[in-house]
């Protein structure tokens, strides 16, 4: 069978080589919050500094040229990856927590009234949740909560009872960054339009895992972050159906984003995606993002979910031999992340001591406060693998773990 070569694939990350704290090789656990950047990914940044570096859509200059066509480029390239139908329904974007924003801000504000009902999920990331919150305490709409199971999975039955004739949007993750839980995403857009609402998904998690198709699932937004697929931070991307974009106002007002400004007449629009991107763009970590998305995509997805649903089977197999240990969240349907505790031992401690052999983990509320406090719980510590990471990671990973609770037990 076709398998991916882990070992040529590590050789592209210069950071997977580090030692760390007399010679103890790095084992970077902590994908979910940010994955490490390959070679390609490194020269293509590089690159448009020493050889195009220059503002976009205004020069007519060779270099503007270049820069302008490489960053239209990379915005096919995000189209092609969600597989968007249009190239002008994918706007670029801070990351996901400035997409939600984006879509809070311009549609919600301008759809949205007093009454009015956004739906979201008990395991959303806090940048799904807070810019709700702040339209609740200034248009009046209301928040309501899709609840969480024991093992972490949305509770559909409560997701339909949910919905009103006031229900407009229900923004809901694709997969939870705390738990690792991948949402029925296709029926749950099937429910949210067949009782008229909009859904916009949360793809912060799911991109660098699994072939993501906005056509496919139907939705309505979709947004993501470039340094979760192995791309650099400060770049992401909101995909909005056109239509939707067309009739939504700008957010942010600047250059870039008019068809014309007047003192006397007023000032119009440009069309979408332009009319979102007011200020000169992250052009560099667009050109890179481009080059992250076609190294993953050239991996194969299916080998890659293969390989980490490997890696995640065999750190359950041995975490669940460790006493006292639990695992939190055991969605059947699951991205290769374990948030755990261990009686006797508080996540904090882990996450120090488990540092000092070189193993890079998360501890924490994982920016979900509300879904883990719906556990009885204010930390776990989260392990989240990429493509690169290898069984013997994992082994060495727990070997760690093993010690160190040995040390605080
Ligand atoms: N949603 C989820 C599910 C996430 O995991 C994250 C990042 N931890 C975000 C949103 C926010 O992404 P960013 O910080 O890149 O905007």
Redo the contacts with the bound molecule.
């Keep these: 069978a076709l398998m991916l070569d882990v070992d040529a694939i590590r050789a592209q990350f210069p950071i997977l080589g580090r030692e760390l704290h007399d010679g103890k090789p790095l084992v970077y656990l902590d994908n979910?919050?940010t994955t490490q950047t390959p070679e390609p990914v490194l020269e293509a940044w590089n690159d448009y500094f020493r050889r195009y570096n220059a503002n976009i859509h205004r020069g007519l200059h060779t270099l503007a040229d270049e820069a302008t066509a490489a960053f239209e480029q990379a915005r096919d390239t995000v189209r092609e990856f969600l597989n968007a139908a249009r190239v002008e329904e994918i706007i670029f974007t801070?990351?996901?927590?400035?997409?939600?924003n984006l879509v809070a801000n311009t549609w919600g504000r301008a759809n949205l009234r007093e009454g009015d009902e956004v739906m979201i999920s008990a395991m959303?990331?806090h940048?799904?949740i807070v810019p709700w919150q702040m339209l609740a305490t200034s248009l009046g709409i209301t928040v309501k909560v899709i609840p969480v199971d024991q093992r972490g999975v949305l509770d559909m039955q409560a997701y339909q009872a949910l919905f009103t004739e006031r229900t407009r949007l229900v923004a809901v993750?694709h997969?939870?960054?705390a738990l690792g839980t991948i949402n029925p995403i296709r029926e749950m857009a099937d429910i949210a339009h067949d009782h008229g609402a909009l859904i916009l998904v949360?793809g912060?998690?799911a991109v660098a895992h699994a072939r993501v198709d906005v056509t496919e699932m139907d939705v309505d937004f979709y947004?993501f972050?470039g340094?979760?697929i192995y791309g650099p931070?400060g770049i992401?991307a909101l995909y909005g159906r056109y239509e939707l974009l067309d009739a939504m106002p700008p957010w942010q007002g600047g250059g870039e984003m008019i068809s014309r400004v007047s003192f006397d007449d007023g000032t119009t629009f440009a069309a979408p995606p332009h009319k979102f991107e007011a200020g000169t763009p992250a052009i560099a970590e667009a050109v890179a993002l481009d080059r992250a998305i076609r190294w993953l995509t050239s991996l194969h997805f299916d080998l890659v979910s293969d390989w980490e649903q490997r890696l995640l089977t065999h750190a359950t197999e041995r975490m669940q031999s460790i006493d006292g240990l639990s695992i939190i969240g055991q969605a059947p349907e699951k991205c290769g992340v374990i948030s755990f505790v261990v009686e006797g031992a508080h996540s904090q401690d882990i996450g120090l001591l488990i540092d000092q052999f070189g193993v890079a983990i998360r501890t924490g509320h994982?920016?979900a406060q509300p879904l883990l406090r719906s556990f009885g719980l204010d930390a776990t510590c989260r392990a989240s693998f990429g493509v690169y990471n290898t069984l013997e990671e994992v082994d060495a990973f727990v070997d760690a773990l093993e010690r160190v609770l040995a040390m605080v037990r």
């Design positions: 979910a919050a801070r990351g996901t927590t400035e997409a939600i959303e990331h940048s799904n993750t997969v939870s960054n949360d912060a998690q947004a972050s340094h979760k931070t992401g994982h920016c």
